[in-house]
């Protein structure tokens, strides 16, 4: 088996030749690390690797575990001891992780091992990684396009073969959109679900991380290891983990699919449209049933959730003032200055967009006209949820209304840039779990093929549910076989940082 075909395996097959004995774990790492020799200048994925230490780790790595000699990239917002957390932040760019986030360790535990940290959106704040301080993250399907965001580069690492899975993190659809995007599987856990000890905050009330896989049984695998209790993360439910991989392969004769009609609206790309249209007789095929649902309050989902993220994180960043960690400026005359140049020079465009906004709507005289209005509607939306589910087992929705887009089409303007999330940030209000796996492509004028991403969104804790769903669209289709054309991305025209900076 040659590199390239070693890489495009998933993480079950994988474990299946480690078991047999017939590729060691170090054999692994090399032929990973020749992969991503030959592709990153095309996609740019990675902010930082470090294989000297996998290699280290693969020595004594035990195959039978769970993830026993698995490597997996790690979105830079979380905690990895010893390598850079910068989350592509420049008031972060030489700060490097203390210890292991929870998710890291229990990882660790499982047998797996992190090898590199992926480039995103800065403080996770973005729907294409054109935010990165760092660099672009290429779309492994057409470099001249976005991969999603904010975690792009973990997206667009399992889609070029440059990971067998990733970990990234999801606010309002920062796990799901770009899995959409760059076609491949990305899991939002419900709220509480994984420890979110590590993790560099953006907003508390919404961020949980997640795996982005190549097949919805890898983001069963992935999922099982990071799931459950943690004591360090009050945020954290003491509930029992099931064995996510339990109901795979079971069929969907009983399964109620609701189809809210607040998600099929104007704007959606016509192939996007048909692609879930497609996938919604797909599923009454497999003997489920599909029943129009209402989520009244959607309308209302964008404007609340902008309140509410920018509202914690303009807290969340407070922290990051360079006393204790990260940038300096050099020479302030007093605290002050210090404070105001350390902080305009480290933090990008759209993170100072949202502190702004956020302090805004904390601020005296305005917080109960946005920011307690705001968390009011979010209890509309979670009681449209709860109402929907009493009705259906789960929703299906397109994940983004767009396939991938240029570079540089929304980047000047925020509000269209907002959009992007626009069926994926209202779950995130809820505290629910939602799926994004490949349904379809579209073809731009070049004739390049663009993943179209189909999402489930279950009820909260009810994740068993959503992969089982997920499994059985994506076993009994052929999307997720599909690989990006590499090999012939690198003579394309590259957009680069400073263009979007």
Not at 38 to 58: C, N, V, W
Not at 165 to 190: C, E, H, N, W, Y
Request: net charge neutral; hydrophobic share 40%; glycine share 8%.
């Amino acid at each position: 088996m040659n590199g390239s075909d070693l890489t495009a395996l998933s993480i079950a097959e994988l474990q299946a030749l480690l078991r047999r004995r017939e590729i060691s774990t170090r054999e692994v790492l090399e032929k990973l690390r020749d992969r991503i020799a030959a592709t990153e200048p095309q996609i740019d994925a990675y902010l930082s690797l470090d294989f000297d230490e996998a290699l280290r780790q693969a020595e004594r790595a035990d195959v039978n575990l769970p993830l026993g000699g698995v490597p997996i990239a790690i979105k830079d917002i979380i905690s990895v001891a010893g390598q850079p957390c910068t989350c592509a932040s420049r008031i972060l760019q030489n700060y490097r992780a203390p210890y292991d986030a929870t998710i890291i360790r229990k990882l660790r535990e499982a047998g797996a091992i992190p090898f590199g940290k992926t480039n995103m959106d800065e403080f996770a704040m973005g729907a294409s990684t054109e935010n990165s301080s760092v660099k672009l993250t290429r779309n492994p399907w057409d470099p001249s396009r976005v991969p999603g965001g904010s975690s792009g580069g973990s997206a667009a690492a399992v889609a070029a073969g440059t990971a067998f899975g990733a970990l990234g993190t999801d606010t309002g659809g920062s796990i799901r959109q770009p899995a959409a995007l760059s076609g491949v599987v990305g899991f939002k856990p419900s709220y509480g679900r994984v420890s979110r000890f590590g993790l560099v905050a953006f907003a508390s009330s919404l961020d949980q991380a997640g795996p982005l896989t190549r097949t919805v049984r890898d983001a069963a695998l992935l999922l099982n290891a990071i799931a459950g209790p943690d004591p360090r993360d009050s945020t954290c439910l003491n509930e029992v983990v099931p064995d996510y991989t339990a109901d795979l392969g079971r069929d969907l004769r009983g399964v109620r699919l609701g189809l809210p009609k607040e998600y099929m609206i104007e704007g959606i790309a016509p192939e996007v449209r048909a692609a879930i249209d497609q996938a919604a007789a797909h599923f009454t095929s497999l003997g489920a049933e599909i029943i129009e649902v209402s989520l009244p309050h959607t309308e209302y989902a964008i404007a609340s959730y902008y309140m509410i993220a920018c509202a914690e994180a303009s807290a969340n960043l407070a922290r990051f003032d360079g006393v204790r960690f990260g940038h300096r400026a050099e020479n302030p005359s007093n605290l002050l200055d210090h404070y105001n140049r350390t902080r305009a020079e480290g933090f990008g465009p759209e993170v100072k967009r949202r502190i702004i906004l956020g302090t805004y709507v904390l601020s005296s005289g305005y917080y109960e006209a946005y920011y307690a209005r705001a968390q009011k509607v979010r209890t509309l939306i979670r009681r449209d949820f709860a109402d929907a589910f009493a009705k259906v087992d789960a929703l299906i929705s397109p994940t983004s209304p767009v396939p991938a887009f240029p570079f540089g089409e929304r980047s000047s303007d925020p509000l269209q840039m907002y959009l992007a999330d626009i069926f994926t940030n209202a779950a995130s209000l809820a505290g629910i779990c939602g799926i994004s796996l490949p349904c379809g492509f579209a073809k731009t004028e070049g004739g390049r093929q663009l993943p179209i991403g189909l999402q489930l969104l279950g009820k909260a804790l009810d994740e068993g549910r959503i992969l089982q769903i997920a499994h059985a669209y994506e076993q009994s289709t052929e999307w997720h076989k599909q690989r990006p054309p590499i090999g012939e991305t690198s003579n394309a025209q590259r957009p680069t940082p400073n263009a979007q900076r």
